[in-house]
């Protein structure tokens, strides 16, 4: 392992066990073992698989990850030093640490005054004999380990020479690394760096590592002062998943460490594209909604919706990016909303393949365009498919396929299975001969869409390949009750293409509104099915 200085910086993750503790995660032994795998991939250097001595599931874990043909992480089991009251040799959870044969071994041990004398209630002295004595113990098993320093930076804030005692003691008995933790994530990043540096003061050439958790929104800024300040371990979570506030993001350290600091870790820069895939796909196991906002790797990160700001990144993308989207595995992204200038619309039509150069004044119809139904209620952020509508129109070039004539809808309580059905009927006319279809569903807007696809899918058959995927309702005008106007916001995919896109439409008539949404979704699913067979 490193020394201090600018060396390799080695990432651990504890997103299977302490990412685990946060609300809402739950994990079952199938997702850590899927975890495992992609932080494998990822090239991250220790993965905590959990606590043997808690419950069952970790131990199933361990035993599963045994048979994992890793590539380069390795497994640590966590546990605690040995309880007072029993010689070291026969604790139950020592024992259990070393019965799931990992490599590494992490054992946490007190370091605030405060949790030796009122929590354990044990003479100070008693307490570094059992990190001492547990580190070695581990050691002599042939374990690598690691010493988490649970509270050390509120014991050292009230005693610095205990805190330093109790790291002393786990040195004494073999650690390998001595990790100071911010346990309740309430130091500030300067008190954390003094403090640092006065353990690699006090312990020159021994690898100092750091754990720490967000409750004062510092885990990650903490951590990287640790490492300016000599650290060369950083554990956290990713995505930042944990106990209350969580703890480091993992997602948010490692590109800041590679990127912004120059440091070299296992993961390199190429690896590092495969970074929004990684933090993303953990967040789909752990069944959280992914913040969109989160640096990196959001959808957010690089969008841009100013005129302003538009126009200057697709001159100068620096001009408002801190580094290259694509650094990380993201893609820059124009957004169309009434802060839109005729940049956004121009780099708009690029990536959706439109050309505007025969009409010049088309960017700006559309910009006009969008302004005034965004004052009337509609939103082109996540409707990306009504703004290329809205654009086309503005070039004369918005496809015709079908006209609408009328549509009905009813719904029927109970219905035959003692629930509510709907039924609607669609009537279009395609070059001057109507067409009329009914369709049944589970609500109106379902029965609408089959009735619409049973209308048109003789002409127009790509629309078989078309697939609500999403549908959400906000109302806009609260203060209105029942009579308040809604934005409808669908999103569609093509089962064929893996294509998916986003569909608006706003009305005081949520069925209105939903049709709108709708009928924009198939229209554009049939231009882009048909647009991509042209270039075949």
């Known amino acids: 392992m490193s020394g201090p200085g600018n060396g390799k910086v080695l990432i651990y993750d504890t997103t299977l066990r302490d990412g685990s503790q946060g609300e809402g995660v739950s994990f079952s032994c199938e997702d850590k073992l899927k975890i495992l795998r992609c ?8 993965v905590e698989g959990g606590w043997p001595g808690s419950n069952p599931k970790d131990i199933d874990f361990f035993r599963d990850a045994r048979k994992e043909r890793l590539q380069h992480a390795r497994i640590a089991a966590f546990g605690s030093t040995a309880r007072p009251g029993r010689p070291v040799e026969e604790d139950p959870n020592l024992r259990a640490l070393l019965d799931v044969e990992t490599p590494v071994v992490t054992i946490f041990g007190k370091s605030w005054r405060l949790h030796v004398t009122d929590v354990l209630r044990i003479d100070p002295a008693e307490n570094r004999r059992l990190i001492e004595e547990s580190v070695r113990f581990l050691r002599g098993a042939g374990r690598e380990v690691l010493y988490d320093a649970e509270h050390f930076f509120d014991g050292f804030q009230d005693d610095p020479e205990h ?3 109790t790291l002393d003691a786990a040195l004494q008995g073999g650690a390998q690394c001595l990790v100071l933790c911010d346990t309740n994530g309430g130091t500030l990043t300067h008190v954390v760096g003094e403090a640092v540096s006065r353990v690699i003061e006090r312990f020159p050439g021994t690898p100092i590592g750091i754990h720490t958790h967000n409750d004062s929104g510092l885990a990650v800024g903490n951590s990287l002062e ?18 209350r506030c969580g703890n480091a993001d993992l997602a948010v350290v490692i590109p800041d460490l590679i990127l912004k600091m120059g440091r070299t870790l296992s993961t390199t820069k190429d690896g590092l594209r495969n970074l929004t895939h990684t933090a993303r796909y953990i967040s789909a196991i752990a069944n959280t909604s992914f913040p969109e906002n989160h640096p990196f790797t959001g959808q957010m990160a690089f969008a841009h919706k100013g005129g302003v700001h538009a126009n200057s990144v697709m001159k100068v993308p620096r001009s408002y990016e801190h580094i290259e989207p694509e650094e990380v595995g993201n893609a820059r992204r124009i957004l169309i909303s009434e802060l839109s200038g005729k940049s956004n619309i121009e780099f708009f039509a690029e990536q959706e393949k439109i050309e505007l150069k025969e009409r010049p004044e088309a960017a700006r119809l559309a910009v006009e365009a969008i302004k005034t139904l965004e004052n009337r209620g509609y939103v082109f952020e996540g409707a990306e498919a009504s703004s290329s509508l809205v654009i086309l129109k503005a070039l004369g070039k918005l496809p015709e396929y079908f006209e609408l004539v009328s549509y009905r809808t009813n719904v029927l309580h109970p219905g035959p299975a003692g629930c509510a059905t709907s039924e609607a009927t669609v009537k279009i006319r395609v070059g001057g001969a109507e067409h009329l279809a009914a369709g049944e569903g589970v609500g109106p807007v379902n029965a609408l869409d089959a009735a619409l696809r049973a209308a048109i899918r003789p002409l127009f058959p790509e629309v078989n390949a078309v697939r609500l995927s999403d549908y959400k309702v906000r109302v806009i005008d609260t203060g209105s009750g029942t009579s308040a106007k809604v934005r409808v916001l669908i999103e569609s995919t093509d089962s064929f293409h893996d294509h998916s896109w986003g569909t608006v439409g706003v009305s005081e008539n949520i069925i209105e509104a939903s049709w709108e949404a709708l009928r924009d979704s198939v229209i554009y699913g049939i231009y882009h099915a048909r647009a991509r067979n042209k270039t075949r």
């Open 226 to 243: 640790a490492v300016r300040r000599g650290a060369v371990h950083v554990q956290g979570t990713f995505n930042g998943l944990g106990e």
């Open 163 to 165: 805190a330093l005692a």
């Open 39 to 46: 932080l494998d991939q990822f090239k991250v250097d220790i």
